[in-house]
């Protein structure tokens, strides 16, 4: 029987010329050997009868022995060979098996291994199939300025030397490394100098992790001066380990002394969304609720919270997290010279679980839940009240204990409509007992009901709507290169709006003088303003449709924030 065979040399080449160019995103030069020389038409000669074809070929093939493997299981192996065992088979099926496992490894991501047949008599119906698997045989960092060499090699295990690359996995790690737009990693492949083998640059285009911001806003609460201002400062490389500190604070430019506070944040990631954060708030506020009397507040906030990636499908990107809240806040009413001090001292937990999902026309949905318990009995503790000793919740709220639950939830979706955008957003929340102040779910300002007050009204349950349609981007300069005014030149973004918000808060055991629910509701037009590409500003006029404690029905307010980015 003539010996089975295939060459594998061209077919090697072919296979490492496509990953390379595949992977390297660069334009392949592709060298053409030269064109055949012309040359005068030969005489025609007579053509001789055609000899009758030999008969195919026919063995039996009982067995195929595969070698050289080390990364496809023997089930995946066994899966793409397997239709192709039989009696009376030809070289065309013994082809058709090779292709088989070849496509079998490219489809678990093992992009340079190839199968070869090797030149064989075929024996007691074995065929062997020979496996070359390409290596990295070289892994190099370039063009890095503020990270580590040798932290990106590490995030990139999968392209380490002497390593079978699965492709799937390094796309998946470099998705990773490239989180942060500080930083991009580029893979560009070679031939290695041996045979079966690669060479790997991962090319670096970096700038300073550092990262500032400033914000001035009107989203004030009642009694309050209308401004405030916020001030962030962000570092996301120390230790050239990716980890992020952050320091913000927040005060009253008009009087400080109203309201002020201070956060610090940081995070340590790890591959797979994994991380941790702590976060420190203290707080510090003194507001002149009527002439003779004042509201102190002091407070701090300590947090611990633990984050789990969970396994991202396509466009899908979601995480688990849990974690506790240690609050003690110290607030105080001065009536004249009386002095009444409500102190709370708790630690609440959290179990949440957010994420986002990119749909095919664009859409984007994302959502927060969150469920949170107060573990009360742990600290049970007992308060001067004023009236004699009292459990520290039942003095800052009657008929709560500390052993609350409530479930929050946050859905927002960005929907394109053509070159318009409609977004949407429900939230809300349901709790299983009264809840002080600082849980409740609070109604009103900038950040959901626009129309009225920071938090002008505040509930147990809550729920809340908002429909906003945005026009596509106005701006002269849109898609423009060379706009022809040097001020256009600098708009990037000019998008108007129109929205209807709406809410209600509902609240367990009202007091003689406390609404049991309370409605908001509020129609208005905005526009956004992004010159620079780091200046945004945001305007809302909003109508309110409905009275609530301070705000009138039919009453306009404007919201503005104007914020920087460095």
Sequence with gaps: MKPLSSAPSWRAQAVACFVLGLLSGANAQTVKPDAPQAHEPARALPTPAAAPEAPTPAFDVLEFVVEGNTVLSDEAIEKAVTPFLGERKTFANVEAARIALEKAYQDAGFLTVFVDL??????????????QEGRVERLAVTGSRYYSQGYIRSRVPELAEGKVPNFNVVQAQLAEVNR???????????????PNSAEVELKVTDQAPVHASLELNNNHAQFSKPWRLTASARYDNLFQRDHSMQLIAITNPQNPSQSKALGLSYIVPEPGGDGWQATALWSDSQIEAFSSVSILGRGATFSLKRQWGL?????LSHVMTFGADYKNMKESVLVGSDKVATPIRYMPLTLGYNGSWVQEDAAVLSWTNNVVFGVGSLFKHDVDCGFGPQDQFSCKRQGADGGFAYYRVDLRQSQPVGRWNLGLRLGGQVATQAVIGVEQYALGGSDNIRGYLSSEVAGDHGVMGSVQINTPNLSPSAGKADAVDSFWRRLDELTAYAFVDAGQIRVFNP???????????????????????????????AHALRAATTTRANDNRVHVRLSADF
Excluded: C, F
């Design 118 to 131: 090797p030149e064989q008599e075929v024996s007691q119906g074995v065929v062997t199939l020979n496996v």
């Design 180 to 194: 942060t737009d500080d930083r991009r990693v580029q893979p560009v492949l070679r031939p290695g100098r041996t």
């Design 311 to 315: 396994p991202s499908a396509g466009a």
């Design 511 to 541: 007091s003689a003088d406390q609404a049991g629910r309370q409605s908001l509701a509020s129609i208005g037009v905005g526009v956004k303003l992004k010159v620079y590409k780091d200046w945004t500003l945001n305007s809302d006029l």
